[in-house]
C-alpha cells in the first residue's frame, strides 16, 4: 500500500475529506438553529396559530443575560410583539400574505408597512460605563456643535406643506459614536406646545428665500408634528421610543397624504 492508505481502499486525505464534510453538514444545521431565536416559531398568516412543522430547526431556549442590570431574556418563545396591541389594520384580500391597510384615526401611528415598530425594551440605550447614549446637549456638557457648522438651535422646524411645526430647541447626540442623532423642537402645532424628536435624517437644511434657514421635513405635513410619539423622560430616549418615533416619520412617507399610496404618474 502506498504512504498514508489506511486500507486498500481508504487512506488519511479520504477521511480527512469525508471528517471535513460531516463538519461542514454540523456546521450549517447548527447555524440554521441559531437563525431561528428571533421570529420563530412562525405564526400562521390566516389562523394566527404558531406554526411548528419547524421542529427540526427550532433550537432548544437559550437564556441571554442582558447588560447593566437589565435581566435575561429567553429566545425562542411563544411571545407576539402585538399581543398587548392589536394592530388596526385590515388586509386588502384573503389570501396569505397579503398587505395590511390602516384603519385607525392617524395610520402612521397604526404600526403598519413603513409604520411598524418593534416591542424592545422601554429602557436607555446605555454606554460601557452604564450611562445614556442619547442625550440633549444640556446634559452631554462636553459635546458642542463645530465651529463653522450650522447651530440648528433656534431654526424652524417645517413640513412638506411648509406649515411650520416648530422651533429646535436643543440638539440631541450620541456620546459614543460621537454624532448627531436627534433635533429637538418645541411645536407650535396642536392644542399645546410640546417638546419632541426629529431624527437628524429625516430633514434637510434649507433657505428660503428672504435668507432664513429652516429644517425641512418631508415626511411630514406641519400638523401632524402635533402627534410626534414622545419620551418618558426629558433628558433620554427609550430603545422602544426610538422606534416609535422613527416608525412614525417613515410612515410619513407613504402615509402623510393619501396622493403618495397611489402610483406614480
Known amino acids: 500500500m502506498e504512504t498514508g492508505a489506511i486500507t486498500g481502499y481508504i487512506d488519511v486525505a479520504?477521511?480527512?475529506?469525508?471528517?471535513f464534510w460531516v463538519f461542514f453538514a454540523l456546521l450549517l444545521f447548527y447555524i440554521r438553529q441559531e437563525d431561528r431565536r428571533e421570529?420563530?416559531?412562525?405564526?400562521?398568516?390566516?389562523?394566527?396559530?404558531?406554526?411548528?412543522?419547524?421542529?427540526?430547526?427550532?433550537?432548544?431556549?437559550?437564556?441571554?443575560?442582558?447588560?447593566h442590570g437589565h435581566g435575561e431574556v429567553s429566545v425562542p418563545n411563544d411571545k407576539r410583539d402585538n399581543a398587548d396591541r392589536p394592530v388596526p389594520g385590515a388586509k386588502i384580500a384573503n389570501f396569505s400574505g397579503a398587505p395590511y391597510l390602516p384603519t385607525g384615526d392617524n395610520p402612521?401611528?397604526?404600526?403598519?408597512?413603513?409604520?411598524?415598530?418593534?416591542?424592545?425594551?422601554?429602557?436607555?440605550?446605555?454606554?460601557?460605563?452604564?450611562?445614556?447614549?442619547?442625550v440633549p446637549l444640556r446634559v452631554a456638557s462636553d459635546f458642542a456643535v463645530a465651529e463653522g457648522e450650522i447651530n440648528p438651535v433656534g431654526v424652524r422646524v417645517?413640513?412638506?406643506?411648509?406649515?411650520?411645526?416648530?422651533t429646535v430647541s436643543d440638539v440631541w447626540v450620541d456620546r459614543s459614536e460621537q454624532m448627531l442623532r436627534y433635533l429637538e423642537a418645541t411645536t407650535e402645532v396642536g392644542d399645546a406646545p410640546r417638546q419632541i424628536l426629529v431624527p437628524i435624517n429625516f430633514g434637510v437644511f434649507r433657505k428660503t428665500g428672504d435668507g432664513e434657514r429652516i429644517f425641512y421635513v418631508h415626511a411630514l405635513r406641519g400638523a401632524q408634528?402635533?402627534?410626534?410619539?414622545?419620551?418618558?423622560?426629558s433628558d433620554?430616549?427609550?430603545?422602544?421610543?426610538?422606534?416609535?418615533?422613527?416608525?412614525y416619520f417613515g410612515s410619513g412617507l407613504l402615509y402623510a397624504d393619501p396622493s403618495r399610496q397611489e402610483p406614480l404618474a
Open 39 to 67: 421570529g420563530y416559531p412562525l405564526e400562521a398568516d390566516q389562523s394566527g396559530a404558531f406554526n411548528r412543522d419547524d421542529w427540526l430547526f427550532l433550537p432548544p431556549a437559550k437564556t441571554f443575560l442582558l447588560p
Open 225 to 233: 408634528f402635533a402627534s410626534v410619539p414622545g419620551t418618558k423622560q
Open 236 to 247: 433620554s430616549v427609550s430603545f422602544l421610543e426610538e422606534d416609535q418615533i422613527t416608525a
Open 108 to 134: 402612521m401611528l397604526d404600526s403598519i408597512g413603513p409604520g411598524s415598530w418593534a416591542e424592545r425594551s422601554d429602557t436607555p440605550d446605555l454606554s460601557h460605563d452604564g450611562k445614556a447614549k442619547i
Open 14 to 19: 479520504q477521511v480527512t475529506l469525508y471528517a
Open 158 to 166: 417645517v413640513g412638506y406643506d411648509l406649515v411650520v411645526a416648530g
